[in-house]
């Protein structure tokens, strides 16, 4: 989408980054596109509110639509094994299902996908597919909400 040229790297927000296990040629290509991040640390000291309504106060002043990609590998080992790169340090499922209720709230917001969600790699109980589940739903009960 960024090579293409279909998105601009300026209206691309990652929230969450964490640890050390981004390749240095991820880094390059998000500096060269202009991608906006915002480590998990600084999500932390902003709380999720203030965050996704800065982010969304400037899409919405730049784009028509916004999509959201969810991926997986942004929580915490401790809640989500079932991910290819599952690392200590990462965000909690709370903290997800805060973001995704905020998110929810805003009509651009018109599609979403999961993607890093490996069932093969979970645990018996599913937990990191229960995780996905629910942090869907509470944008949907989110969005609903919104619309009533």
Known sequence: MLDGGIVQGQ????????????????IKAANHYGVNRITLKQFREQGAKAIIQKVMTELVSKVDIVYVTVDMDVLDIAYAPGVPAS????????????VLSEIGKYDV????????LDPRR?????????VGVYAFLRWVVSKYMQSR
């Open 87 to 98: 690392t200590p340090g990462g965000m909690r499922s709370d903290e997800l299902f805060d």
């Open 109 to 116: 917001v018109k599609g979403m996908d999961f993607v890093c």
């Open 11 to 26: 209206n691309v927000y990652n929230i969450g980054l964490h640890g050390f296990f981004n390749a240095p040629s991820l």
């Open 122 to 130: 979970d645990t018996v109980e599913q937990q990191t597919v229960k």
